[in-house]
């Protein structure tokens, strides 16, 4: 029985073998090609890495396909809370790659923690135990409400995971058939189909529908709107698996949650029998002040996803679940074959040691309130750019006013030496690295008014 279970196990995980029919024998007819078949003349050196090219943007233009309208700056290297260009400009991060870079740049810390790691073993698959793997999931549920985690790659990745796990729950603890998870207007999940689709923004989904729609299942809501979702989940009836939602929306311009809607979405969840689940990729992980941005709103889900920095930069996803979420997924209903591998459980690891170690959520708090003087200040004082300043933490957006640009402002902030990032297109959002110190704010403010001051003059 032992030997029939490994074979199968085996014939399960090996890779693809040629159908039977693909594959010539030694009498097969010798006036045909054999399939696959190599000669010497067949074989060509490959060509080495261009470790040498300068020409990094041309590079680009020949070699990379074209999905990001990227700014004119190549970087070179980091420190702290601060980047350098290939020409050694200076430049100070309130970027952190898209809130991901907690621990700023080549942290002492976290460079140990991937340079041991390496030294031992970076990847096995979840074929076996990895230990990194366990302890990181361990900080993780003895740190939040939930009590089992599933790792993966990136935010999308988890969202899917998440969608994935409200779906089969509805069919298997209520027998749902059409499961329809709802989701509010101007969210962000990830660009992968179902997250996509998820994401209730209409020019995100130009050109990837069937038949003009995208992937079934899905209702959209109005953000913190309570008697639009009391009215969509009425509609939906029996059919409801879930409700997803962002503790704040980021992407759609930084506009936190309002606890009513919060608890209202956990009272409609509880009532059908449904999930709440929160997308906490962007304001996850300290950045809100708290360790998680549903703190903020007195609410817990069944089911959160994380991402971005989780591992400081490098990538890792997670969905994390309490209750039946946690045990929803069996063997072979979800997988990933890099998820929390041992390099990325290692970066979190480290991750999660300078948050404890440092009190970085004390940081967070503290420069969270520096920042948000000084963005009203200047709101204030040039009340024709800049308008409301809103956020958790240190994710912050500074609205800008109707015959401005937040795209310009960045890009006036970046010759000043500042690198932000626009949150659609009348917001510009400030994200520096967890680890970001008062005189990092202060020269940030003087770099912003430097960046708003152009447009007056």
Not at 339 to 354: D, I, Y
Request: aromatic share 8%; proline share 5%.
């Amino acid at each position: 029985m032992k030997l029939f279970v490994a074979a199968l196990f085996l014939s399960s995980a090996t890779a693809f073998v040629p159908a039977s029919s693909l594959v010539r024998s030694s009498s097969s007819s010798s006036n045909a090609p054999a399939l696959f078949a190599a000669t010497d003349t067949d074989t060509k050196a490959l060509i080495p890495p261009a470790l040498n090219e300068k020409d990094i943007q041309g590079l680009y233009e020949t070699n990379v396909q074209s999905t990001y309208g990227r700014y004119p700056l190549t970087i070179a290297s980091g420190k702290g809370c601060h980047l350098y260009d290939t020409d050694g400009k200076e430049y100070l991060d309130c970027v952190a790659g898209i809130a991901t870079c907690a621990l700023g740049h080549a942290h002492p810390v976290l460079i140990d923690a991937i340079t041991n790691q390496m030294k031992s073993v970076h990847h096995v698959s979840n074929l076996y135990f990895i230990p990194a793997q366990a302890q990181l999931a361990k900080w993780l549920c003895d740190n939040v409400p939930p009590n089992k985690s599933f790792f993966c790659n990136s935010g999308a990745e988890a969202n899917e995971a998440a969608i994935k796990c409200a779906r089969k729950h509805a069919s298997v603890q209520r027998g749902v058939k059409k499961p329809v998870i709802v989701t509010a207007k101007q969210s962000f999940h990830g660009r992968t189909l179902a997250a996509l689709t998820a994401t209730a923004q209409p020019k995100y989904h130009e050109g990837f529908t069937y038949d003009g729609e995208m992937v079934p299942g899905f209702k959209y809501v109005e953000y913190n709107n309570v008697e639009d979702l009391k009215k969509v989940v009425e509609e939906i009836g029996d059919d409801l698996a879930a409700i997803m939602l962002e503790p704040l929306q980021g992407e759609g311009g930084i506009i936190p949650g309002t606890t009513e809607f919060f608890q209202t979405a956990r009272q409609l969840c509880d009532d059908a029998g449904a999930l709440l689940m929160l997308d906490e990729v962007q304001i996850g992980m300290g950045r809100s002040g708290k360790m998680w941005g549903h703190e903020q709103l007195n609410v817990v889900p069944d089911l959160f996803t994380s991402a971005k920095a989780l591992g400081g930069g490098v990538p890792i996803g997670a969905m994390l679940a309490r209750g039946a979420a946690a045990t929803t997924f069996g063997p072979g209903d979800h997988a990933s074959t890099y998820g929390g591998n041992p390099l990325a459980c290692a970066a979190g690891l480290a991750v999660a040691q300078v948050m404890c170690e440092e009190n970085l959520l004390q940081n967070v708090q503290d420069r969270s309130e520096q920042l948000t003087v000084g963005l009203e200040a200047l709101a204030k004082k040039y009340p024709a750019i800049l308008g409301e300043v809103r956020g958790w933490g240190l994710l912050k957006g500074v609205v800008i006013q109707d015959d401005y640009s937040a795209g310009d402002i960045v890009g006036d902030a970046m010759k000043a030496g500042l690198l932000l990032v626009p949150a659609g297109p009348s917001v510009v959002r400030f994200v520096p690295p967890l680890i970001v110190t008062e005189e990092e704010i202060d020269a940030a403010l003087t770099m912003f008014e430097t960046a708003v001051k152009g447009k007056v003059e």
